[in-house]
């Protein structure tokens, strides 16, 4: 049986869920789907330092996953990729059935 995906598209794949993987990005990733978030109300969330949130948003953004706006004082980070929202909901639907 041959494979669909050339071996770019599996580096390119690799890389992206290598980004997603970490605990605390997938529960990032797992917060944005439903709304943009500023990087305090992240913390709050996920319990960790400004600056653990701060470092993994940058793997999260350097993948394309994920982009910000500036608002005043706050920066708010959101989930760019369509692909990513198709794929945590998949992920949830199949991993946590008792999830709506």
């Known amino acids: 049986m041959q494979s669909d995906m ?4 599996i580096d390119v ?13 997938l529960k990032i990733l797992c917060l ?3 709304q943009e978030m500023s ?3 992240l ?4 319990k960790t330092t400004n600056a653990n949130v701060s470092q993994h948003l940058n793997i999260l953004r350097s993948q394309g ?6 608002d005043a004082n ?6 760019t990729d369509q692909r990513i929202l198709e794929l ?5 639907h199949l991993f946590c059935p008792e999830s709506p």
């Open 6 to 9: 050339k071996d770019e598209q």
């Open 13 to 25: 794949i690799s890389k992206l869920l290598k980004s997603m993987s970490h605990p605390i990005r």
């Open 32 to 34: 944005l789907q439903e």
């Open 39 to 41: 990087v305090g109300d």
């Open 43 to 46: 913390r709050e969330q996920v």
């Open 65 to 70: 996953i994920i982009d910000f706006r500036k």
């Open 74 to 79: 706050f920066i708010y980070n959101r989930i």
């Open 88 to 92: 945590i909901q998949k992920m949830r």
